[in-house]
């Protein structure tokens, strides 16, 4: 078979051939671009990546062991401690897993061996620092113990001055077991502040003041005598016993602070190798990661390149395939194939006017050669089918005009009738309403004329009522100004009785200020009682007679103040009675306001039901005269609607005629149109 190349089916298999190969081309240029990546990636997975991987597990573990020292030195007990210690351990050796898989992933033996070497000096400051953290839980652990020593040893005393207080009525007595008391308690709290003092200086300052409670509470004892028992004297050597000795608070705080200092001097030395760990673990993790980051941008350039060639050939499949698209099956194919189907979609509408030309020796062109037969053949058959088609409208155009006709005349007779018909119907409807109407209306003016004599006798006897009821309304309107005047005099009184009680109000409450004041005097004059008693009871035998008259002054400064009190009790009932006496007079002025304005109101209303009744009174006698007027025109409608019954009953007979006359016209028409159309 002998390849033409007129034909479209070899253009178009030259076309596809042409844009297969090119695709051949893009694909192996995809191919390059993706070997190159995956031998970037295969660098990174296998070398740059575990190593960048490795280096950063270093740098975490490096910065976890910065913040588990300063947990280790500040260990509360020894099982945080351990806990802190086994912490620091796995961190080491993550730390060490790390450099071997450095090791292992391509790190220089100088770098790996720096590392190394960085980590074991951390290892060495933390061990260091294990026997100073050790040495502060042991003396904080024993001033905690002694602590709770200290506590049970001041309850004991405190139980033993107050049983001693229980026993005793002699008020310089009382007065020092208070400061026993007093004193025994500041002891205890100079123990406990202690795990507050943060330097030796402040150890001393807590312990200057311990030394001075003591002897304070020393002085008590020797005052008390007789008094103070040998149990409780005892009692009191062992709570001050806790102050001495190497294991004494005092200095096992001091203790416990060289220790944490020690402490933090160890850690820090770790830090500061640690740190340099850090400075190192960094670098490697900053090399490796450029190592990652160079093989990255090795792999994206071969990908950039593959990708730049796929564009290239892309571009140049598409701008053939563009070519081919555009030139040849737009331009030629399928402009020739489009005129030839509109052409016979004109021919299957019956347009024929378009003449097909097409003189190409492809496919195309033999189609277009057929359809210009098939043209012609429509033109000849379509000048057949006119002659026919004009023909048969001539006789259909008679046939209409006569129809036409007869249903013109049918419409116009039919409306004629009909409204002569509707004419006579309402005629004859209104004539029966109006007779109906007349009638009605007769009967009507018949029951109006005796309804209005009755209405006149009915409104005289209402303008007389109302003349009544307006007298009665100016007699209670006199009554209500008369009451207003009354509660308008009660409020003023009470507005006066309330301004008397307020009045009364004040002047207890300044006896209360006056009474609050010989309170004050009295509680300042029993505090010098007080400190007199004190003082008498320090100067021994010469102060005897001033303990006397110092008692004899705290009395009647507590009989002043029970006296003071009883007043202000009094005075707080009567400020108490005299609020709600205010407030029950407020509120009866409340009411006869409120009575007051209903009283205005009543009145208002009188004054407006006065008005209503003269209106009713006047309105009456104009009524009566209205009632006698339209009886006399009641007459005069009777007579119109008999005169109106007469004309309906004439009316209602013309009406029945005329609509009998429409309907034999009707008939007539009727017969008339129906001989025409079977003509």
């Not at 945080?80 to 450095?102: K, P, Y």
């Amino acid at each position: 078979m002998a390849i033409s190349f007129h034909s479209v089916q070899t253009r178009l298999l030259a076309a596809f051939a042409a844009v297969i190969v090119i695709t051949l081309a893009t694909s192996a240029a995809g191919l390059f671009a993706f070997s190159s990546s995956r031998n970037a990636l295969d660098a990174i997975v296998e070398e740059t990546a575990p190593r960048a991987a490795a280096a950063q597990r270093l740098e975490a573990a490096s910065g976890a062991l910065t913040g588990e020292l300063a947990a280790f030195s500040r260990s509360r007990d020894t099982i945080d401690q351990q806990v802190s210690a086994s912490r620091l351990d796995t961190l080491m050796g993550e730390a060490r897993a790390a450099i071997d898989s450095l090791r292992q992933a391509g790190l220089s033996a100088a770098n790996a061996d720096a590392l190394t070497e960085a980590l074991n000096g951390v290892g060495s400051a933390v061990n260091e620092a294990s026997g100073p953290v050790s040495a502060k839980l042991e003396a904080v652990s024993a001033r905690e113990s002694a602590m709770r020593g200290v506590l049970r040893q001041r309850a004991a005393v405190s139980e033993m001055l107050e049983a001693a207080l229980d026993e005793t009525s002699d008020e310089g007595v009382i007065e020092t077991l208070l400061r026993s008391s007093m004193a025994v308690n500041l002891v205890a709290a100079r123990f406990a502040e202690l795990s507050t003092a943060d330097s030796a200086g402040e150890v001393s300052e807590i312990q200057d003041e311990y030394y001075y409670a003591a002897d304070d509470l020393s002085i008590n004892m020797a005052i008390l005598g007789d008094v103070a028992t040998q149990e409780l004297r005892d009692a009191i050597d062992t709570l001050l016993a806790y102050a001495e000795g190497d294991q004494g608070m005092f200095n096992l705080r001091l203790t416990e602070l060289e220790m944490i200092d020690e402490t933090e001097m160890l850690v820090e030395d770790a830090r500061i190798m640690d740190a340099a760990l850090a400075e190192i673990v960094t670098q490697t993790r900053d090399s490796a990661l450029a190592d990652q980051a160079e093989a990255s941008q090795g792999g994206l350039n071969a990908m950039a390149f593959g990708s730049t060639l796929m564009w290239v050939f892309a571009v140049l499949s598409v701008a053939v395939g563009g070519a081919v698209g555009y030139f040849y099956v737009s331009r030629n194919l399928l402009t020739r194939l489009t005129r030839i189907a509109r052409a016979m979609k004109d021919l299957a509408k019956g347009d024929l006017g378009q003449e097909i030309e097409d003189n190409d020796k492809d496919e195309i062109g033999e189609m277009a050669k057929a359809v210009a037969v098939f043209r012609q053949n429509a033109i000849e058959r379509q000048r057949l089918e006119q002659e026919s088609e004009a023909e048969r409208l001539a006789r259909e155009a008679r046939a209409k005009r006569i129809e036409e006709l007869v249903a013109q005349f049918d419409d116009v007779s039919r409306r004629a009738l009909d409204a002569v018909g509707n004419a006579a119907e309402e005629m004859e409807s209104a004539a029966t309403a109006l007779d109906h109407s007349s009638r009605s209306a007769g009967e009507t003016t018949a029951r109006v004329n005796a309804s209005g004599g009755r209405a006149a006798e009915n409104v005289d006897t209402v303008a007389a009522a109302a003349e009544e009821m307006t007298g009665s309304i100016a007699e209670i309107a006199q009554q209500i100004s008369r009451s207003t005047e009354i509660a308008q005099d009660a409020a003023n009184r009470v507005q006066q009785t309330n301004t008397d009680v307020a009045q009364l109000d004040e002047a207890a409450a300044r006896i209360g200020d006056i009474v609050n004041l010989i309170e004050g005097i009295a509680e300042q004059t029993n505090l010098l009682a007080l400190n007199a008693t004190i003082e008498a009871a320090r100067a021994g035998e010469a102060g005897k007679g001033f303990a006397v008259v110092a008692s004899e002054v705290k009395t009647l400064a507590e009989q002043t103040a029970n006296a003071t009190k009883s007043i202000s009790d009094q005075i707080s009932g009567i400020q108490g009675a005299t609020g709600k006496t205010v407030s029950a007079i407020e509120n009866i002025g409340e009411v006869i306001s409120e009575m007051n304005n209903i009283s205005a109101a009543i009145a208002a209303a009188m004054e407006e039901q006065r008005a209503a009744a003269s209106e009713i009174t006047r309105a009456a006698h104009e009524a009566a005269s209205g009632t006698r007027e339209v009886a006399e025109s009641i007459g005069q409608v009777d007579a119109a609607a008999a005169e109106t019954g007469q004309c309906a009953a004439q009316v209602n007979s013309a009406s029945h005629a005329l609509n009998t006359e429409s309907s034999g016209l009707r008939k007539a028409v009727g017969e008339f149109l129906a001989s025409v159309r079977a003509a």
